[in-house]
């Protein structure tokens, strides 16, 4: 079974700074997908940024991109020029691509706190 | 797009009531997700079906939850007799083939008093 692990429960940065969050994950499979999740207080689950593990690029949406290490199995998600708006929770996801409608696996979170 | 459409927001009931959550997907979407999120085990997947059936669902913690998904338009999870310990926020995702990820709805806040 796949799992995915987020060591850093909180996070802060000061606005304007850039900021990283780090995920590994376990997994014996050679196609799968990757996602960052943003959770607001609304509680919304708001897709970030997501990674297909064939493609060697790192993904990249605006602010937010990512370092994607295959060999390490290592997923972090950058933030850069960070907003007050970008206070909250963040979950790297796992997601099979070798079986189809396959379940998304979560980690624990990290809790990001922007200063003003 | 009204997005994947969660109903209700919040629910409180009383301890051995039953309560049903419901879920409208996306259209077109072929994959619908349930799943609980709680401060002590984060987010849990309860069940998940494709084109309408039911592929796993060994996240339901006990026979007093049930799922269907009587058509692509509409699922249920119904919890019976509710207990304190099922108060949660419920989620619902629904995907398409599953590379672009899921969208969540806004999710049911259930309290079971």
């Known amino acids: 079974a796949q799992t995915v692990t987020q060591s850093q429960p909180e996070m802060s940065v000061q606005e304007a700074e850039t900021v990283t969050l780090s995920c590994t994950y376990d997994?014996?499979?050679?196609?799968?997908?990757l996602f960052w999740y943003k959770q607001p207080p609304s509680r919304q689950m708001i897709l970030v940024i997501r990674?297909?593990?064939?493609?060697?690029q790192n993904a990249t949406e605006n602010r937010f991109s990512v370092n994607f290490q295959k060999a390490a199995k290592s997923f972090s998600l950058k933030i850069s020029d960070s907003q007050l708006g970008d206070a909250a929770m963040y979950f790297c996801?796992?997601?099979?691509?070798?079986?189809?409608?396959?379940?998304?696996?979560f980690g624990e979170g990290t809790q990001l706190t922007v200063n003003p | 797009d009204a997005g994947v459409i969660q109903s209700p927001r919040h629910e409180v009931t009383e301890m051995g009531q039953e309560v049903t959550l419901r879920c409208k997907p996306i259209?077109?979407?072929?994959?619908l997700f349930w799943y609980r999120q709680t401060m002590m085990r984060g987010l849990e997947l309860l069940i998940y079906?494709?084109?309408?059936?039911?592929?796993?669902d060994s996240g339901m913690p006990e026979d007093r939850f049930s799922a269907k998904m009587p058509n692509a338009s509409f699922s249920t999870l119904k919890i019976q007799p509710s207990e304190p310990r099922d108060s949660a926020v419920y989620f619902c995702a629904s995907s398409f083939r599953g590379a672009r990820g899921y969208t969540f709805g806004s999710g049911t806040r259930l309290t079971v008093v």
């Open positions: 259209s077109g979407h072929n994959s």
């Open positions: 079906f494709n084109n309408n059936v039911p592929i796993d």
């Open positions: 996801a796992y997601r099979s691509a070798e079986t189809s409608g396959s379940r998304l696996t």
């Open positions: 990674q297909e593990a064939y493609k060697q």
């Open positions: 997994t014996s499979e050679s196609d799968y997908y």
